[in-house]
């Protein structure tokens, strides 16, 4: 059984740019969350979708949004991008709930 | 929210050593996660236990709910075992991580 995958793995981007990161989920779940992690804060929960709504989200800014589409895949998007971006970008899947949450490799972005 | 805390913050072992990491969470919950973060990034699942104790070869973990506090042990520490270990707590949907306690295994 695949695990979840992230793309891109890696990604440089400048400030003011935008970046799309993609998740799949393990096959048959359907909730995906996104984490964001970074030296100074930490991992930090920004939103999860079950069934192509979003259920909660963090305290992030209106530049961060993201979608789930109806295979369960899962996009997220920052806009206007600032060097305090830069982070490893985590997502995760589970069958939904609070249940056990298994993550992907990361998508790391580097803001320039 | 729930606050989760991690200890110690960093462990220093040599290879055969035992440890335990302890996590305290602020509130009840009813999903709480250990987790092994590799030189990569990811997150390695080790135990998802909301309650009582499993193991896992030389891992083991027991949280007691009542009290509010989660305990990871690793017996014969390996190089392999290096790394940032995080507990996570689950509210409303959503994973309230700790701080992590670094681990460093030399041989």
Redesign the interface.
Known sequence: KAGVTQTPRYLIKTRGQQVTLSCSPISGHRSVSWYQQTPGQGLQFLFEYFSETQRNKGNFPGRFSGRQFSNSRSEMNVSTLELGDSALYLCASSTGGTGELFFGEGSRLTVL | GIQVEQSPPDLILQEGANSTLRCNFSDSV??L?W?HQNP????I?LF?IPSGTKQNGRLSATTVATERYSLLYISSSQTTDSGVY?C?V?D??????G??TRLQVFP
Request: charged share 10%; aromatic share 24%; glycine share 14%.
């Open positions: 009813n999903n996660q987790f990569w990034g990811q997150l699942n998802y995080f996570a689950g409303t949907d959503k994973l309230i991580f701080t992590g």
